[in-house]
Each structure stands twice: as structure tokens, then as C-alpha cells.
């Protein structure tokens, strides 16, 4: 049950960089404004 939760904390955690990157949206992240570097931190904490 503590595994699900962790999966969809970080899941979750990693949506809205992946929504902000696709769209082309300036969003500050672990990695930098920008569309890759928010694409980069999703697929950071996606792969959790």
C-alpha cells in the first residue's frame, strides 16, 4: 500500500513539468526554464 502511494505521489509530481514542457510554457524546474528541461525533470521523476 506505502509502494502505491510513492508511485502516484511521484507520477503526479511529474505531470505537471511533462504538461508544461509539451506546451511550450516557461516553468521553472529542478533543471531550468524551458520546455526540455521540464521534459527532462518528468522523465526524471516518471521513472521512479
Known amino acids: 500500500m506505502l509502494i502505491d ?4 505521489f511521484t507520477l503526479m509530481n511529474a505531470m505537471p513539468h511533462m504538461l ?14 524551458g ?3 521540464n ?3 518528468a522523465a526524471l521523476r516518471g521513472g521512479e
Open 5 to 8: 502511494f510513492i508511485i502516484g
Open 20 to 33: 508544461v514542457g509539451y506546451g511550450n510554457i516557461r516553468f521553472l524546474g529542478l533543471f531550468g526554464y
Open 39 to 41: 521534459i527532462a525533470y
Open 35 to 37: 520546455n526540455l528541461p
